[in-house]
């Protein structure tokens, strides 16, 4: 039992940054993100040794992730939207725009889109996953997968060219 402990441990100090920046991205809340991460480990602790057996637990972990943040967001008391946002960290030099403003506006635009468009977004361009690799983690099928690129980059551009413009 300590052996099956400290390798899912190793594993878990490995693979959380990744999960949690893939939680924000397919969710676009810290705290959800969280949450999620949370809730993937537990599972992925309760299936553990299935999954050292399957030889691919990133793999796992990730479509557990997906299928958790959709769950998340199936769930009536999951739909808070919170109405201001607090920085995680510090204002320094009082220039908190320099930098971060494309950003911002790229994570609002992304927390727009569709949950599976964000998702097919996610793990396309993000962690740079082949259409494949996205369909299975997604259960769909690869032309479901390019679609939903398509079009959540699609309405992505969109979003971002109409903050861009200036209303006439």
């Not at 958790?68 to 769930?75: E, I, K, L, S, T």
Request: with cysteine; glycine share 6%.
């Amino acid at each position: 039992m300590a052996e099956r402990d400290k390798a899912f441990a190793e594993f878990v100090e490995a693979a959380s940054p990744s999960l949690r920046r893939t939680a924000y991205l397919i969710g676009g809340d810290r705290h959800k993100a969280d949450d999620v991460v949370q809730e993937t480990l537990y599972r992925l602790y309760l299936a553990w040794p299935k999954v050292q057996r399957a030889g691919n637990p990133f793999a796992y972990a990730r479509r557990t992730l997906v299928n958790v943040a959709y769950d998340g967001g199936r769930r009536p008391w999951r739909r808070e939207v919170t109405s201001a946002e607090v920085p995680e960290r510090a204002v320094e030099n009082g220039d908190f725009a320099t930098g971060h403003a494309e950003r911002d506006e790229v994570l609002e635009a992304l927390r727009a889109l569709a949950p599976r468009q964000r998702a097919c977004v996610v793990l396309r361009y993000y962690e740079d996953l082949s259409i494949e690799q996205t369909a299975e983690i997604l259960g769909c099928s690869e032309g479901t997968v390019k679609s939903q690129a398509a079009r959540g980059l699609d309405t992505l551009r969109k979003a971002i060219d109409r903050r861009r413009s200036p209303a006439l």
